[in-house]
């Protein structure tokens, strides 16, 4: 089967940097999504990776490792607007978008 | 900025009544995607259109849900007759081409709640 790894839950400072990892077993690979969704309204789209490394857009990153099944992304000066709902998704070898659960982030002053 | 568009925002209805969301995607988007997330969980695909036409039902349960995009344009997602467990967020994304790696772009989302 297809299956899409996120922590449920993660909490972190305000001003600090947190990772959110994301392991996938699909069949098939062709690109991995990241979302952002706050409580209660739709997801928004931050980040693609298809090529191993790292993508730096502003404040966040996201990093790809195909030989591993393996993402992460990065926040950094976590502001209290980021508590949100963080969704990995990937694109299987049918190039369609397999989901994960989300990872529900709470920042604390 | 472009927005995909959705009506209503919340729907309250009682099981076994019909109900029915809509949703204008971006103009120029040709494909159309509809969504159901449960709460604490990721959005699962019911249907996707290529203009006009049905890429993927798949997933969308024929014997009550209904979709249709007659003009390639907007889209209708209807339930009839509504049960308790349909309850959930309805989403539809729109993407340009719906190529490969075309980046979907979500709607505000319908939420559903069934008494």
């Known amino acids: 089967g297809q299956n899409i790894d996120q922590p449920t839950e993660m909490t972190a400072t305000e001003g600090a940097i947190v990772q959110i990892n994301c392991t996938y077993q699909t069949s098939g690979f062709n690109g991995l999504f990241w979302y952002q969704q706050h409580a209660g309204e739709a997801p928004t789209f931050l980040s693609y990776n298809v090529l191993d490394g790292l993508e730096e857009k502003g404040r966040f990153s996201s990093f790809l490792s195909r030989s591993k099944g393996y993402s992460y992304l990065l926040l950094k000066e976590l502001q209290m607007k980021d508590s949100a709902s963080y969704l990995c998704?990937?694109?299987?070898?049918?190039?369609?978008?397999?989901w994960g659960a989300g990872t529900k982030l709470i920042i604390k002053p | 900025e472009a927005e995909v568009a959705q009506s209503p925002r919340y729907k309250i209805t009682e099981k076994s009544q019909a109900v029915a969301f809509w949703c204008d995607p971006i103009s120029g988007h040709a494909t159309l995607y509809w969504y159901r997330q449960i709460l604490g969980q990721g959005p699962e695909l019911l249907v996707q259109?290529?203009?006009?036409?049905?890429?993927?039902d798949s997933q969308l349960p024929k014997d009550r849900f209904s979709a249709e995009r007659l003009k390639g344009v907007d889209s209708t997602l209807k339930i009839q007759p509504a049960e308790l467990g349909d309850s959930a967020m309805y989403l539809c994304?729109?993407?340009?081409?719906?190529?490969?790696?075309?980046?979907?772009?979500f709607g505000p989302g319908t939420r559903l709640t069934v008494l």
């Open positions: 259109f290529q203009d006009e036409s049905v890429v993927d």
């Open positions: 994304a729109s993407s340009f081409t719906g190529g490969h790696t075309d980046t979907q772009y």
């Open positions: 998704a990937v694109l299987d070898s049918n190039y369609q978008l397999i």
